[in-house]
């Protein structure tokens, strides 16, 4: 074995002894039944919250857009990848958005990693909730900006942390998501809003797992009473809209500044063409029935009700355990009861949160959703 080999495997020897390691595992996936290891879980674990994935209407719109344009974009959207899906797309996520602009990127990693480096630079600041999606931190990093992070949704820090440093900054970042991935709560983007609009400073909200779900379906700025002061708005489709790409809605003025500095977007070849028109049609089938993007939530309120765990205030609900170990073998227990429930453990999430993350779905039974709820009340989290 040479020297790469070897620094592999003591790396993967230090995973397996913390019960970190993991591992890739085979999954046909239905509306909400998965296949794996030979055999059918119904899953809690994917975040199709609508059951886009496999609409017909969406797969037919798909299949329609690789007729008329093809498999693949060919090239990066500034060369010739830009087919005339994309402006419709961006089109409708704007109006959605209630924004000037939008602009479509490869996945919401891409996004993240393109917008952030785009906006801020060397002598700025990225202001980070604790709590972040790897992917802010990501593009926090690739910016080289300074980055200081306030405690998970607690504004008071976060206008202290500016108070101290937005005086030595030309440009401060704040950003969060809108509704955390492995927490399943808000954060309180109208207050954020304010308080960086105060610090002339510029909010960035991760919406990934907002939009489609939150606020009508309009996401997590739309969320409160009011709507929030959100600039950037960032998201991904590839949840509750159940493909794949990501997305900034913006001013024109930021947009345009993306197709002309944000390198994931430039050095990186466009959306294929079936996957915009997926998109498209996943937002005419929200747009047409908010009831429908309400349901999500509601099946998750159901089930921390009966499981007699704090309200889900979005179709993310976390049950945390602690160690890596605790997590796996709930996930194990609940498998054998027919459920599939991922354990989520660190550095996804801060060491000792192990923890499964469920995620309700419209289609999900209400009479799976209650025996699911009695089995994590009588023997997970008892
Ligand atoms: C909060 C958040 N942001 C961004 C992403 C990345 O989006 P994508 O899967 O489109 O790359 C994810 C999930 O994957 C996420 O949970």
Redesign the pocket.
């Given at each position: 074995m040479d020297s790469l080999d070897d620094f592999a495997a003591a790396k993967l020897t230090a995973l397996d002894r913390a019960g970190l390691r993991r591992g890739l595992v085979a999954t046909a996936r239905g509306a909400l039944h998965v296949e794996r290891n030979g055999r059918r879980l119904l899953s809690f674990s994917c975040n199709d919250y609508l059951n886009l994935t496999q609409h017909p209407a969406i797969k037919a719109a798909a299949i329609a857009a690789i007729e008329r344009f093809g498999v693949g974009s060919g090239a990066s959207r500034l060369v010739t990848g830009n087919h005339p899906l994309h402006g419709e797309l961006e089109a409708r996520l704007a109006r959605l958005k209630d924004t000037e602009a939008a602009c479509v990127f490869g996945?919401?990693?891409?996004a993240?990693t393109g917008i952030i480096p785009a906006l801020v630079g060397t002598d700025d600041l990225v202001l980070l909730d604790e709590l972040s999606?790897a992917?802010?931190w990501a593009g926090a990093r690739l910016s080289r900006a300074a980055t200081l992070t306030y405690r998970h949704n607690d504004v008071g820090h976060a206008a202290d942390l500016l108070r101290a440093h937005r005086g030595r900054h030309p440009r401060v970042l704040v950003a969060t998501?809108g509704v955390f991935?492995m927490d399943g709560d808000l954060a309180p983007l109208v207050e954020l809003g304010r308080l960086a609009r105060e610090h002339d400073a510029w909010l960035l909200s991760?919406d990934?797992?907002g939009i489609g779900v939150v606020g009508g379906g309009r996401g997590s700025t739309f969320a409160g009473a009011v709507p929030a002061d959100v600039p950037l708005q960032m998201g991904?489709?590839?949840?509750a809209i159940g493909g794949?790409?990501?997305y900034l809605c913006a001013a024109r003025p930021v947009v345009d500044l993306m197709i002309n500095r944000a390198r994931t977007l430039i050095y990186s070849t466009g959306l294929p063409p079936a996957t915009v028109a997926a998109a498209i049609a996943a937002l005419d089938l929200i747009g047409r029935d908010p009831a429908y993007a309400a349901r999500p939530l509601a099946k998750a309120k159901a089930f921390t009700r009966r499981a007699q765990l704090p309200e889900a205030q979005s179709p993310i609900v976390p049950i945390v355990l602690g160690s890596a170990q605790a997590a796996l073998a709930a996930s194990r227990r609940l498998e054998d009861e027919g459920f599939l429930v991922v354990a989520i453990r660190p550095p996804t999430v801060p060491e000792g949160t192990a923890r499964l993350r469920l995620a309700f779905t419209a289609a999900h039974p209400d009479d799976e959703i209650e025996r699911l709820a009695d089995l994590v009340r009588e023997r997970v989290h008892a």
């Open positions: 996945s919401g990693f891409l993240n999606h992917c802010l998501d991935s991760d990934a797992h991904t489709l590839s949840k794949y790409g990501g």
